[in-house]
């Protein structure tokens, strides 16, 4: 058990600076700019947070203000440890392992919220509303998603969708439901398209009044949060360990890579969505879908399989 419990926070470690890197990396080629120094720009960043002085504002309530960050980082630690690190090697395997990992990701719902609550400011406090509205647009597709998923597997334990997916990865039969969690997971980690709890138009939203290591921790909970969502990808749709030739950590590893840079590049490839509008597309639009798709592969699992 030790052993996986310091392979994960390894990886998790490495993963979300290689997110950084990513990101930095495709914003560099998307603006035409070189970009010097780049592999150790996020941790040049992160000690000049680390050394900056907490700004304050007037009246906060500072245990929400400070603990909302720290939430916000222990969510997709928390939701991790079903991921299997190798084949049939995971901190953690229960019966229930994704339902476990839907609900620590829902936790992220309480880190942001309290961390725009806790400034007592009107930014942070909209942007935190804002990621509710988020949230409540975003989870109800993903749950029927998740749901589809156990299904083939008929089972809701992480090992058991990924022996399932021996002869035919879930993408194959659920490629809507693969599309959504896609879209789930940026909205998870307010990214890119999702930004809308960080917006400018609130001068950063619930970040607008962290300075220091709190901004420091909201911002590694959301390069975790991006991690997390796209390692569980894998395991749900990608087969996980199964693949051709490599060995299993390895597919893996580079599934993983592939669904990060995938999650990542959203970020420069498709505008912000109003929240409005993001919420009348999911429940008009996506939540239909992920029910078709739910009835198709309901059917696959009755009639075809």
């Known amino acids: 058990m030790a052993g996986e419990i310091t392979a994960l926070f390894a990886a998790l470690a490495a993963l979300g600076y290689l997110t950084a890197l990513i990101s930095r990396a495709v914003a560099a080629r998307a603006a035409g700019a070189p970009a010097p120094g780049l592999l150790l720009e996020p941790a040049r960043e992160a000690l000049r947070l680390l050394v900056k002085a907490r700004t304050t504002t007037p009246m906060p309530d500072a245990v929400l203000w400070r603990l909302g960050p720290a939430i916000v980082v222990l969510a997709p630690v928390l939701a991790a440890t079903v991921i299997p690190l190798a084949p049939g090697r995971a901190v953690a395997d229960p019966a229930i392992g ?48 998740v749901i589809t998923i156990a299904l083939p597997a008929e089972s809701l334990q992480v090992s058991q969708i990924v022996a399932a997916q021996a002869d035919l990865w879930f993408i194959a039969i659920a490629p809507v439901g693969f599309a959504i969690y896609v879209m789930a997971a940026a909205a998870m980690a307010f990214w890119g398209p999702f930004a809308m709890p960080t917006a400018s138009d609130l001068g950063g939203g619930v970040l607008a009044a962290l300075s220091g290591v709190d901004r420091l921790l909201l911002l590694v909970g959301q390069r975790l949060v991006l991690v997390a969502a796209a390692a569980f990808a894998v395991p749900l749709f990608l087969g996980g360990h199964h693949g051709p030739l490599l060995p299993g950590w390895l597919w893996l590893f580079v599934k993983t890579l592939a669904m990060l840079g995938l999650i990542v590049s959203l970020r420069h490839l498709l505008p912000r969505i109003r929240t409005d509008r993001f919420e009348e597309f999911a429940w008009i639009v996506l939540i239909p879908l992920a029910l078709a798709q739910l009835f198709v592969v309901a059917g696959y699992v009755l009639f075809l399989r």
């Open 98 to 145: 994704i339902v476990w990992w839907t609900a620590m990701m829902a936790l992220l719902w309480v880190g942001v919220f309290m961390t725009g609550w806790g400034a007592n400011a009107a930014f942070p406090l909209f942007g935190g509303y804002r990621y509710f509205a988020l949230a409540l647009a975003y989870e109800m597709p993903l749950a029927i998603v």
